[in-house]
Each structure stands twice: as C-alpha cells, then as structure tokens.
C-alpha cells in the first residue's frame, strides 16, 4: 500500500514556475514508477511526467516537454515536479501516481497502469 500526497499548487502568472511535491507513505517506495497527472475542468486526466523506480529513466506528454522535470528522492519517499514557463493551458488539478507492477514507457504514460492516486493539487495559471 502506497499513499500519496501532493503539495505545492497554487497561483502563478503566465511564465512563471512552480514545483509540486509528492510525499509516499510506505517501506517500499521505491519499487514503485511514479507519474504525474493533470485534469482540467471538462476534460479528460493528461499524461505529464513519469518516472521509473530508478530514476534513470523519464517520459513527458508533448505538452510539456523541455518546460517540466520530474524527480524522485527514494531516500525522502518525494517526487517532484518542477514548472516552468507555466502557460494558462497549465491550468488543472495535478495528480501524483504509482505503480509496483508497471515500467517502461508504454505503461508509464498511461493511467490505467497506476494503482495508488493522490488527492490532487491546483495549478492555476494567470495570464
């Protein structure tokens, strides 16, 4: 069991940035990839960022690559998310995942493969 918490959301002006955390309960957190979520009102939840149990290897949407980064801290059970160049399309609810049984990035970027969801944070993007 894997429980999650993010923080870090709030208001920024177009062009800024912001980082998101994500706090995991549990021994075994890192066996876990790790993915980042967003869903703005009226649509559906969009891929952002994933990342294996490692580290070593990340993936990104198209939407926001070159502009987020996505870590992870095992020794800390945190991933982050780094924004910048934030855009009011960055407008959402950003929601942090794991998954024990899935790697690669085939499933890494898909929702389905993730079995633990946080609560979620707002981003809001000014412009």
């Known amino acids: 069991q894997v429980q999650l918490v993010e923080s870090g959301g709030g208001l920024v002006q177009a062009g800024g940035s912001l980082r998101l955390s994500c706090a995991a309960s549990?021994?075994?957190?890192?066996?876990?990839?790790m993915g980042w979520f967003r869903q703005a009102p009226g649509k559906e939840r969009e891929f952002i960022a994933a990342?294996?149990?490692?580290?070593?290897?990340?993936h990104y949407g198209d939407s926001v690559k070159g502009r987020f980064t996505i870590s992870r801290d095992n020794a800390k059970n945190m991933v982050y998310l780094q924004m910048n160049s934030l855009e009011p399309e960055d407008t959402a609810a950003y929601y942090c995942?794991?998954?024990?049984?899935?790697?690669?990035?085939?499933?890494?970027?898909?929702?389905?493969?993730?079995?633990?969801w946080g609560q979620g944070t707002q981003v809001t993007v000014s412009s």
């Open positions: 990342i294996s149990w490692s580290g070593d290897s990340t």
């Open positions: 549990g021994r075994t957190f890192s066996d876990y990839g």
């Open positions: 995942a794991a998954t024990r049984y899935y790697s690669g990035s085939y499933y890494l970027t898909r929702e389905t493969s993730y079995n633990y």
